[in-house]
């Protein structure tokens, strides 16, 4: 019986540290999927002269991948 608690327990701190919840951040259209492990952020930022466009990930705060183009 204890086992089975323990495991359930487990099971519902993973999906906490998996499951991103979606930010829409006013700056021209960019996304951010935030979960307590990783972030990642579909960039789309309005500038006077054209705008930024690309994807950002990070793991654990270290940034892994980005291609966000001016």
């Known amino acids: 019986m204890k086992k ?5 327990i487990v099971i519902i701190i993973l999906l906490i540290l998996i499951i991103p919840i979606p930010m829409h951040l006013k700056d021209g259209g960019t996304v951010e999927y935030k979960a307590l492990t990783y972030k990642v952020s579909k960039v789309h930022r309005l ?3 054209g705008y930024e466009d690309g994807i ?15």
């Not at 089975?4 to 359930?8: E, H, N, Q």
């Not at 950002?56 to 001016?70: A, C, D, S, T, W």
């Open 4 to 8: 089975k608690i323990i495991i359930v």
């Open 47 to 49: 500038f006077e002269d």
């Open 56 to 70: 950002i990930i990070e793991i654990f705060g270290i940034e892994l991948y980005n291609n966000v183009k001016k």
